[in-house]
């Protein structure tokens, strides 16, 4: 019964959501910005490093400064606008985070 609704799902132009890692910064002044992309999708999903402006909401983004590995949701969906039915459009957002420790160099 799973693969009739995945086929049924598809016939609709629905798809299932991509996840994956990536690594960002966040700054003193809260600013989030991409640092690296674990996978190819990511270079062909962030338009700028400027997480802003990628993310589809804030809700679940870190807020305390440092660098984190962060799973990413990337799901795309036909919008089914009136003017353009095959136009298609897409989620992206941030699914967990994990600050990552950086230790100071010896001296």
Not at 24 to 48: H, K, P, W
């Amino acid at each position: 019964m799973n693969d009739l609704n995945q086929l049924i799902r598809k016939l609709n132009g629905d798809s299932d959501p991509t996840f994956f890692d990536c690594i960002v910064a966040v700054t003193s002044c809260n600013d989030l910005y991409l640092i690296e992309s674990e996978s190819v999708l990511g270079d062909m999903v962030f338009d700028g490093c400027d997480l802003e402006d990628n993310l589809t909401n804030m809700n679940n983004v870190p807020k305390t400064p440092g660098i984190y590995r962060c799973k990413f949701r990337y799901h795309v969906y036909r919008s089914n606008h009136h003017e353009d039915p095959v136009e298609y459009d897409a989620n992206l957002t941030i699914e967990s985070y994990k600050k990552i420790r950086i230790r100071k160099p010896k001296k």
